[in-house]
């Protein structure tokens, strides 16, 4: 059975951080893109920030521009995780945030592919107070 699980949401002020972390089982992360999306009540779902995996190595990350310089996407193979951390949050992150894989092309960003995901995992809910 292929899974994805995203953990580590969380009740938080403006200002701290939080750790998400995105666990695969069923398969394994490389030769994938992965992508965290968040969609907050009202609104459409976004693409946050991605990242491919080949060979143990990570290709390429991209961030939306309201998360550039906050957030940090990242990789451990060999736990099949990828991590997003988030820092200094503001009441606008507040949303419930999933993570998604999908195939990935070498040679190819990974932003292209946030609206071809194979594979969804539920989410968890990251809530920012003032």
């Known amino acids: 059975d292929v899974q994805l699980q995203a953990s580590g949401g969380g009740l938080v002020q403006a200002g701290d951080s939080l750790r998400l972390s995105c666990v695969a089982s069923?398969?394994?992360?490389?030769?994938?893109?992965i992508g965290w999306f968040r969609q907050a009540p009202g609104k459409e779902r976004e693409g946050v920030s991605c990242?491919?995996?080949?060979?143990?190595?990570?290709?390429?990350?991209d961030y939306a521009d309201s998360v550039q310089g906050r957030y940090t996407i990242s990789s451990e193979p060999a736990k099949n995780t990828v991590y997003l951390q988030m820092k200094s949050l503001k009441q606008e992150d507040t949303a419930v945030y999933s993570c998604?894989?999908?195939?990935?092309?070498?040679?190819?960003?990974?932003?292209?592919?946030?609206?071809?995901?194979?594979?969804w995992g539920k989410g968890t809910q990251v809530t920012v107070s003032s």
């Open positions: 990242i491919s995996i080949s060979n143990g190595r990570t290709y390429n990350t």
């Open positions: 998604a894989a999908a195939p990935w092309s070498p040679g190819t960003g990974c932003r292209p592919y946030y609206h071809a995901m194979s594979y």
């Open positions: 069923g398969f394994t992360f490389n030769g994938y893109t």
